[in-house]
């Protein structure tokens, strides 16, 4: 396609070119080739009614909800998010090699959308925080001034309590890092983002626009944490550190080739320098690190891959992992 942007693959200071990977068959998901003019007048004919009823856009813009009867942040494809006193309607997405934000702010009819051609991205740019810090600038004198709490102090010690991996269910987690003193939150397919200190264990989660206080059991082990976000509130439990072991890198290549789950949805478990990755057509490549010969984890997922070897010591399937759900894949070549 003449004009097509490119994808790339950022790994510190190298780039290179993003595995292709073909999404036709995920439909709205993956067959739109578009740009930011083309989503901004998709928006405001969305918006403006030319798309859909009223009545519709009403129930895709209402928080759904749950059978405990709570509310969450989501309506029909939509995130739904309060920040600074102001609602906004947002979304992201990524693929192989592309990372995309569109928000919505509909009292003031302001729309920002943001579209980058690496994944990962540089350290710096993230086109989620990068639209709302865009958002804020434009609506600052209309937004309710910000009270984070920045200038907390918490030692490192009690820092390092919180480091881990939060099961955020869906297989999604977020990965809390430190570096210089600083904690850091990573959620699936997103970048690491700063965790502000408002209190010894509360932080400012500016990337998604929350709180997040982190919780201790009865035995002052920190076993989960607690995101208060929009006006809702979510409980993610921590999950058990993993013993990762070495493994010959010749026997990784008994595992390397593609899995079939079913319904179209396909990944590839690769070899590179001696590593294996898992790559799926929704989020960036991962490595995968065993705990066993045939059982593996990435930091980043709260997910776990087990491989079945047949006869040959060749992987024949694998099952996937999460929440109690075991779903297997069938391997169907290199």
Known sequence: MNNEAQGYSMNGE????????????????????STTRDLYEWNEALFNGKVLSDAALKAAFTQAGLNSGSKVDYGFGWFLI????????QHSGVSSGFY???????????????LYNSLPTPKGI?????????????????????????DSIVSENILKKYLGRYNYGQGMAMLVTMKDKQLFGQMTAMEASPLTPISENEFYFKARNAKIKFVSDTSSVV???????GGSFFEATKLKDETVV??????????TGKYDFGNNYVIEIRKENGKLFVLTPYMPKYELLPTSE??????????????????????????????????TAKR???
């Open 14 to 33: 190298n780039i290179k070119k993003a595995d292709f990977q073909e999404m036709s068959w995920a439909l709205g998901v993956g067959s739109i080739y």
């Open 246 to 255: 070495k493994i010959n890198p010749d026997f990784f290549d008994k595992l």
């Open 126 to 150: 993230n086109p989620i925080s990068n639209g709302q810090a865009i958002s804020e600038f434009i609506l600052q004198d209309k937004m309710e001034k910000q009270n984070i709490g920045a």
């Open 82 to 89: 309060t920040n600074r006193g102001l609602k906004f309607i």
């Open 223 to 229: 076993d989960r944490l607690f995101q208060y976000q």
């Open 100 to 114: 995309s934000y569109l928000d919505r702010q509909p009292d003031n009819k302001l729309t920002i959308c943001v």
């Open 332 to 334: 169907i070549g290199e």
């Open 294 to 327: 045939s059982d593996y984890f990435a930091m980043e997922v709260a997910s776990k891959m087990s491989f079945i070897l047949n006869k040959e010591v060749r992987a024949s399937s694998l099952n996937s992992t999460f929440d109690g759900l075991i779903l």
